[in-house]
């Protein structure tokens, strides 16, 4: 069966700092893969996707990057935190569009 | 882009009410799923369904393509069923849209 796994599960950074957020899938090939960010507790909105290596789409302006260096690697990247960054982070991973999504435990990010 | 609307924001049940959530969307969709957001974050599928009725245990879901809505039915609710209820979908191509939320609090 498939599971998507996401570390680290909380994290503590200042203003300013680097950010490297992980998440890998197993048991599936050529996912789609999707970044998002819920902040105080409701509304996720989607960061990222990719629907291959290499492959990223940015769905809003922001300070964070993603990359897709594995067919079953996605992480998301700031080269300088700010406060605003701070929420709760989500990886998913679907077969293709219009299938079914399924998420990993999150990331919260506290950027002080 | 679509707008997705769920009500209500807020709910308070007893253990053992039952309870119907709605989702609204102004756009029609190929995607539509209901999740579960545990008290520790843990978004949880409940529903893939872009359209018709499934059921599952004392949950059952209807979504009305035509009429741009989803049903959520909570049945005998246990104190297990708290969190934020979500409907998300995909009118077309590769962006999901969120809903706001439904937060369900079940008091024993």
């Known amino acids: 069966s498939q599971t998507i796994h996401q570390w680290p599960a909380t994290l503590v950074q200042p203003v300013g700092s680097p950010l490297s957020l992980e998440c890998t899938v197993e048991?599936?090939?050529?996912?789609?893969l999707y970044w998002y960010r819920q902040a105080a507790g409701r509304g996720l909105q989607l960061l990222f996707y990719?629907?291959?290596?290499?492959?990223i789409s940015s769905e809003v302006p922001q300070n964070l990057s993603a990359s897709r260096p594995q067919d079953r690697q996605f992480i998301l990247s700031s080269k300088k935190l700010l406060l605003s960054d701070s929420g709760f982070y989500l990886c998913?991973?679907?077969?293709?569009?219009?299938?079914?999504?399924?998420f990993g435990p999150g990331t919260r990010l506290t950027v002080t | 882009g679509i707008q997705v609307e769920q009500s209500p924001p807020d709910l308070i049940l007893q253990e053992g009410a039952n309870s119907t959530l709605r989702c609204n969307f102004s756009?029609?969709?190929?995607?539509l799923q209901w999740f579960h957001q545990n008290p520790w974050g843990q978004l949880i599928n409940l529903f893939y369904i872009p359209s018709g009725t499934k059921q599952n245990g004392r949950l059952s879901a209807t979504t009305v393509a035509t009429e741009r809505y989803s049903l959520l039915y909570i049945s005998s609710s246990q104190t297990t069923d708290s969190g934020v209820y979500f409907c998300?979908?995909?009118?077309?191509?590769?962006?999901?849209?969120f809903g706001t939320g439904t937060s369900l609090t079940v008091i024993p």
């Open positions: 998913a991973w679907s077969v293709g569009f219009s299938y079914e999504q399924y």
């Open positions: 756009d029609s969709v190929n995607n």
């Open positions: 998300a979908v995909e009118p077309t191509g590769n962006q999901f849209y």
């Open positions: 048991g599936t090939s050529n996912p789609n």
């Open positions: 990719s629907v291959g290596i290499g492959q």
